[in-house]
Structures are given as structure tokens and as C-alpha cells.
């Protein structure tokens, strides 16, 4: 029922959202005869912020038409996205890079591969947008995209984590064994799942793994929201977080967390920041400051744009990270198999903390370190981000400036460096090699 008195208030304050936007146009026009008021720009700027704060906020774009390739002093060229891979509850995409010069053409058909596993905790993949610019300069980038639940239709049927798992599996196996995968925030998880059964089955396995803000062992200085997800009952959010999507959708009647109780969630994290984050955008209007305005309807827009989650992913990842810390102590079992990260060889991996995450806290992601044991020392790393809260270790100036020069180091190093033989049946049954490129012109 929530769910449903949620759309009521939606469809109510739509029409009001659009009214407070176009009267907002009607003072600040230049030719418009109420421009010229006395309190003509507070008036407008407080109609502008009634509207935003009102408003439906879609799933944005990637929006990336282009990436400089080779450094600073590189070369422009055009990005395209292209679906690799189409499933009920996930697109796999990929930035394809195109350029009419040789030169640029050899340089990127010599770039790593990168699947960028985004996370499925409330955000879009897009939230990742900053992430994929960087690595599209020196790599060939794909990403999950993940589908908003409430429009699969019932008939696909539910997902679990475990799907999670075997997705992220066959988006490896689609790529090949030169990919090197990056998981932010949640699917450091699954993400480690994948690959220890891939290990211990004898499949394709990445050459590096780059694990960045995820609750691996989330019992390490638990944050707000570990404490939430440890001290309510599985029923608790079975009975408190789980309703079914209304009628207006295709997903009608799918059982969902959704996403504007996740929305509400965020918020009451730092409810005084947005506030005065809000009342700075207030400000800047009045002054005229259009480029401050700007960024902070560009983080918004982003960050207001939630999806809605199925329940049995949802529930299982509660239970399986948050209350078994099921991984941590060795007792995951994927489909039957059991997940046994020691298995895990010729693989190099690198573990990315923020100093001031306060989602993930410290030591929850290099956890990883420890439990893949069969990976050598000297292939292990890990970074910590100074000044970065979660959001600064994949976005923003921190993330360019010190984290993704890490990251390209570590893939570059893993990319030049011959892999080292896999244990058991991956080294009998030998890798797949990587598919030839169709298209001479793109990369």
C-alpha cells in the first residue's frame, strides 16, 4: 500500500512541479515584465528549487561522446554505446571508441579490457559515469547496466543473488580471459564470488581484480548502514521493506525494495548536508552563479535517480553479507557450490579503501587480501584514498587525481605481466582466446 500512496503523491506533485519551473522562467526572463521586480530573483530561485525538490528524476544518460585518448596531450575521439549482452535484469554495455587515424587505432586495440561491475543498491550504473571517462582513456570499457525491477515483468521471474553471481560469470566468460574486472561498493561481493567458482570449476578468470568500497567482511568497522542490516531480522525487512510494484508498470505485482524508500535511506544518512547543500543552490541563483547551480543540479539529477531492487536479491545479500558474513566464514554455497576464494590463481588483485567512506567502512574491502591466499603477496595491493569519503574513491577530483592512477598502474602492470599458471582444471583445459576485432575502425 505504501508503495501505491507513494505514486498518488508522485501524480499529484507532478503538475505543481512543472507550474513552480514555468513560473520560475516568468521572472528570471529577460523579457518577461516581471523580471525587473524587486524580488523578481529570489522569487524565481525559490520556485526553481520548489521544482526540483518535487520533481520525477529519471535515469539519466552516460552522455560520454567522446574521450581523449593517449594523456593530456592525446587525441579526441567518438564513444559509442553498444549493448554486448541483453538480459532480463541487466544489459551488458560497451563504450566503443572510434577513430579514422592509425595510429590511435593501433594504440587502442592495445589497450587492457575492463568490466566495470556496477553496483545494484539503489543508484543507476550511470551514478559510475566519472569512473568510465577516466578508464576510457587508456582501456576498453564495458559496464553492467542494471534494470530497474519494476519494469521486468513478472513472467521473467525473481532474481537472487545467486543470479547476481552467475550473471557476472557469463559477462566474464563473454568477454574473455584478458578482461580485467573493477567492482565498486556491492558487487565486491558477488563480484569475488564469481571468480573464486570460476576457479574452482576451471573457467575463465580475469587477470586482475580491482575491489573498491565493498563490504567483503562487513564485521570490520561497521558503519550505519552495517549496523541496520546486523541488528534488524531477516523478517524485519521482509515486513518493513518489501512491497509490490503498482499497477503502472510492466513489473506490476514483483515484490521489490523500492527505490524511493532507498532514496529516504540516503538522505537521513546527512540530512543536514543536502539541506544546505540545497540552500547554497538557493544562493547561487540569487547571485547568478550558474556554474556552481549547474554542478549541483548535475550531482542531483544523478543522485535523486533511484531504481528499485528484487526483494530476493535484496533479502539474500542481507543475510548472506550483512548477518552470515557467509563468505568471510567460508560457508557460501552458489547454486550448491561452494565459494572458496583461496582457490583463486594467476590473478592479480588490488583492494581500494576511502579514508572517510562512512558506507564501507575500514578494512571491510582489504579483507579480500586475506581470503584469496592463493594468490602470492607480491600480486596483492592495497590503496588507501586520503580525504575520500565512498563517492571520492569512483567520482569526483580524488578519483581522478589519486585513485585512478593506481588503478591504471595495477591494470597496466597486470595486462604487461605474463599470467601465471592457474591451479587444477584451468590450466588443463587451457583459456579462451580473445575475439578478433570486426571492425578495424573502433576499438
Known sequence: MLYQLYEAQRALLAPFSEFASASSKLYNHPL??????????????????????????????????????????????????????????CRLLRFK???????????????PVVLVVAPLSGHHATLLRDTVKSLLQDHKVYITDWTDARMVPTDQGPFHLDDYVAYVQAFIEHIGPEVHVISVCQPTVPVLAAVSLNASRGATLPRTMTMMG??????????????????????????????????????????????????????????????????????????????????????????????????????????????????????WKVKGQLVRPQDIRGVRLLTVEGELDDISGAGQTRAALELCSGIPAAHKRHFDVPGAGHYGIFSGRRWREMAYPEVRRFIAQGAASPRQAASGAAASRGRKQPGKVVNKRAQ
Open 97 to 111: 571508441r572510434f577513430s579514422d587515424q592509425p595510429k590511435v587505432l593501433a594504440l587502442m586495440k592495445d589497450q
Open 214 to 331: 565493498g563490504p567483503i567482511d562487513a564485521r570490520k568497522s561497521p558503519t550505519a548502514v552495517n549496523n541496520l542490516a546486523m541488528n534488524k531480522s531477516h523478517e524485519w525487512f521482509q515486513n518493513n521493506v518489501i512491497y509490490q510494484v503498482p499497477m503502472n508498470y510492466p513489473g506490476a505485482g514483483r515484490s521489490v525494495y523500492p527505490g524511493f524508500l532507498q532514496h529516504t535511506g540516503f538522505v537521513a544518512m546527512n540530512p543536514d548536508r543536502h539541506l544546505s547543500s540545497h540552500y547554497d543552490y538557493f544562493l547561487d541563483l540569487i547571485r547568478g552563479d550558474d556554474d556552481s547551480a549547474e554542478s549541483h543540479r548535475q550531482f542531483y539529477d544523478e543522485y535523486n535517480a533511484v531504481l528499485d531492487l528484487p526483494a530476493e536479491y535484496y533479502l539474500d545479500t542481507i543475510k548472506t553479507v550483512f548477518q552470515d558474513f557467509a563468505l568471510v566464514h567460508g560457508t
Open 32 to 89: 518577461s515584465p516581471f523580471t525587473h521586480t524587486p524580488m523578481a530573483q529570489r522569487i524565481s530561485a525559490g520556485l526553481d528549487l520548489m521544482h526540483r525538490l518535487a520533481k520525477d528524476y529519471e535515469k539519466p544518460a552516460f552522455a560520454i561522446p567522446s574521450v581523449k585518448v593517449g594523456g593530456a596531450d592525446g587525441v579526441e575521439v567518438a564513444v559509442q554505446e553498444q549493448v554486448a549482452i541483453e538480459k532480463p535484469f
